[in-house]
Antibody, heavy 126, light 111 residues
Framework: QVQLQESGPGLVRPSETLSLTCSVSGYSITAGYCWGWIRQPPGKGLQWIGSVCQNGGTYYNPSLRRRVSISVDTSKNQFSLRLNSVTAADTATFYC???????????????????WGKGTTVTVSS | QSALTQPASVSGSPGQSISISCTGTRSDVGAYNYVSWYQQYPGKAPQLIIFDVTRRPSWISSRFSGSKSGNTASLTISGLQAEDEADYFCSSYTSTDTPFVFGSGTKVTVL
């Protein structure tokens, strides 16, 4: 049974860096799939943040690209999110997810998220 | 890239069928069969219920079905039950700068 679990601080100061880790159990992150982050501000909808894929490539939401990075630690079967220069607008529940994808003309097309973590709430406040 | 457009709310009585629309463009819903749907209960993570427009994970009830026509995808819930009261989000791959986008979300109320 594949399980994902987010971890990280629940409170981050404005202008600092938000760092979260997703620990994967029951499946090797090198065996396939993309691995992504999604966030949901309180009372609002879902926003795809970005993904890291089996080919080592990373894909980001352009609205966050200048501030975000996603990396993989294969030795720990984990992947991580870093979001720089946070503001109150970054307050949200953050989910990690396993993402199915297709390859079309050598391009990765992210398709759907079939396994999700339970989510972790991050508040940006001084 | 704007979110795919969904109605804010849909309601129905137990046993009825309801449909939720998800309107995109020729760059996403209209161009690719990569539409998926998620069910989310309050305080819980989303759960995949439909992928590839019409396919359903094995553990999801057959009361849930998906379809697509042009730039609009739809989720239909048949035989509405109290447990179906939740938020529903669609999503799609897009060929724009943002490679993946979610819908705005629909709250389903069982009357």
């Amino acid at each position: 049974q594949v399980q994902l679990q987010e971890s990280g601080p629940g409170l981050v100061r404005p202008s600092e860096t938000l760092s979260l880790t997703c620990s994967v159990s029951g499946y090797s992150i090198t065996a396939g799939y993309c691995w992504g982050w999604i966030r949901q501000p309180p009372g609002k909808g879902l926003q795809w943040i970005g993904s890291v894929c089996q080919n080592g490539g990373t894909y980001y939401n352009p609205s966050l690209r200048r501030r975000v990075s996603i990396s993989v630690d294969t030795s720990k079967n984990q992947f991580s999110l870093r979001l720089n220069s946070v503001t109150a607008a970054d307050t949200a529940t953050f989910y990690c997810a396993r993402e199915s994808y297709d390859i079309v003309t050598a391009q990765i097309l992210i398709n759907y998220m079939d396994v999700w973590g339970k989510g972790t709430t991050v508040t940006v406040s001084s | 890239q704007s979110a795919l457009t969904q109605p804010a709310s849909v309601s129905g009585s137990p046993g009825q069928s309801i449909s939720i629309s998800c309107t995109g463009t020729r760059s996403d819903v209209g161009a690719y069969n990569y539409v998926s749907w998620y069910q989310q209960y309050p305080g819980k993570a989303p759960q995949l219920i439909i992928f590839d427009v019409t396919r359903r994970p094995s553990w999801i009830s057959s009361r849930f079905s998906g379809s697509k026509s042009g730039n609009t995808a739809s989720l239909t819930i048949s035989g509405l039950q109290a447990e179906d009261e939740a938020d529903y989000f669609c999503s799609s791959y897009t060929s724009t700068d943002t490679p993946f986008v979610f819908g705005s979300g629909t709250k389903v109320t069982v009357l």
